[in-house]
């Protein structure tokens, strides 16, 4: 599997949901971006999709190895309402 097998929208409307940041893997008791992903995508893959995101400017966060902390940014949430 690959960032492109990811859709950009399930992850962006996930994101716009949420009424806080969101993480990468387990969770816990955050929301996190691996709920919206396919089955078995690796923590380095969701980190790599949501890298792709932000250097679109259609997300905002951290892909350092820490929480993560992702947004939708307003670009974002254009994308999602373009026909």
Not at 18 to 32: A, I
Not at 48 to 53: G, I, S, V, W
Not at 57 to 71: I, K, N, P, S, V
Request: hydrophobic share 35%; glycine share 10%; charged share 30%.
């Amino acid at each position: 599997m690959q960032c492109k097998d990811i859709s950009d929208k399930d992850i962006l409307q996930f994101l716009k949901d949420k009424d806080c940041w969101c993480t990468y893997g387990k969770g816990y008791f955050m929301p996190t971006v691996q709920d919206v992903m396919p089955k078995g995508v690796t923590v380095k893959l969701q980190i790599a999709k949501m890298k792709q995101l932000i250097k679109k400017g259609l997300a905002d966060g951290c892909t350092c190895g820490c929480r993560g902390d992702f947004e939708i940014t307003d670009k974002g949430i254009q994308y999602l309402n373009a026909p």
